[in-house]
């Protein structure tokens, strides 16, 4: 019985091709795994890597990945619209095929340990390998980013679950987890004006008071002379791509402004498209069923 796992490291260098070829090497590489997409954005200076294999697979050349990246990318130099925290900066486990969440926290634990003994990195734990409630969110384990770490892991509360209370010289920290697939979807804007990046995204986001599993921030594409609202989706069964892409469009026409388009970042489940092809199209009791692959796919 085959037992599969997703994993989408990010890593902090999203501008240099011959850094990004080399952290992406070992996945290449490995037969046992499969590399199902990779991308660099420039202006987030960010590399995002979608894989699909076993534990014992995806342990191995992941960590592979993280010594390279390590070993590439000083964090006193980077600069990118992103935020984060370290050279790898989070390293995420969704069970797929065959196996369970618990499965998916035994893995980000292994490979958690194993990392902060090979590389002398401290680790945290989030999302559902959380060891405490405080630690569940992302965003804020990753709060001070790596300019602030240095003196945020000397506090007590902040210690890590694996590896030295201080921060790596050039790596920084990482965060390793379990979690359901996440969607990261941004949407674009037609200005170069930030603070309304900035406003819509506070209206999004729940945090601060909007759609639930939202997390949104601006974003300034300076290559593009535009802004973007960048966002993830961390239950799109709950709150739909459409709901989000809506909202933005409301909140933007406050300000003048208009939607360009929309980006997704690495891979998505066909059910987040089938939600927004439903309600655009206002399709009538639309089953998942009538989509030709699916069918195809039943048996496999």
């Not at 890590?160 to 209370?165: A, V």
């Not at 920290?173 to 379990?178: F, L, N, P, R, W």
């Not at 986001?205 to 974003?219: E, M, P, Q, T």
């Not at 989509?291 to 496999?300: A, G, S, T, Y």
Request: aromatic share 8%; glycine share 6%; charged share 30%.
């Amino acid at each position: 019985m085959t037992k599969l796992f997703e994993c989408i490291p990010n890593f902090s260098e999203g501008r240099d091709q011959e850094k990004i070829e080399k952290i992406v090497g070992p996945f290449k590489d490995n037969k046992g795994v499969k590399l199902l997409d990779y991308s660099a954005d420039k202006d987030h200076n960010r590399l995002v890597v979608t894989l699909l294999g076993s534990a014992a697979e995806l342990k191995e050349t992941v960590l592979k990945a993280m010594e390279i990246a390590v070993d590439l990318i000083d964090m006193n130099q980077h600069q990118g619209e992103h935020p984060r925290m370290g050279a790898v900066d989070v390293v995420p486990f969704t069970p797929v095929k065959n196996v369970e969440m618990e499965d998916a926290v035994k893995l980000a634990n292994e490979v958690a340990k194993k990392a902060a003994e090979n590389l002398d990195l401290p680790i945290y734990l989030y999302e559902e390998a959380a060891v405490t409630e405080s630690r569940k969110n992302l965003a804020d384990i990753r709060r001070g980013e790596y300019e602030g770490f240095a003196e945020k892991i000397k506090k007590e509360e902040w210690k890590p679950d694996y590896g030295p209370q201080k921060i790596h010289p050039t790596a920084g920290a990482t965060v390793v987890g379990a979690r359901m697939p996440l969607v990261a979807f941004n949407v674009n804007l037609d200005t170069d004006n930030l603070e309304i990046a900035n406003n819509i995204a506070r209206k999004v986001r729940h945090s601060s008071g909007g759609l639930r599993f939202v997390k949104a921030i601006g974003i300034d594409l300076s290559e593009r002379n535009i802004v973007q609202v960048s966002m993830n989706m961390t239950d799109y069964t709950k709150t739909a791509l459409y709901q989000a892409f809506e909202m933005i469009k409301f909140e933007a026409e406050r300000y003048g402004v208009n939607v360009i388009g929309s980006e997704l970042i690495g891979l998505l489940p066909s059910k987040a498209l089938f939600d927004v092809a439903e309600y655009y199209l206002g399709l009538e009791d639309f089953q998942e069923d009538q989509i030709m692959e699916n069918r195809l796919l039943e048996d496999i």
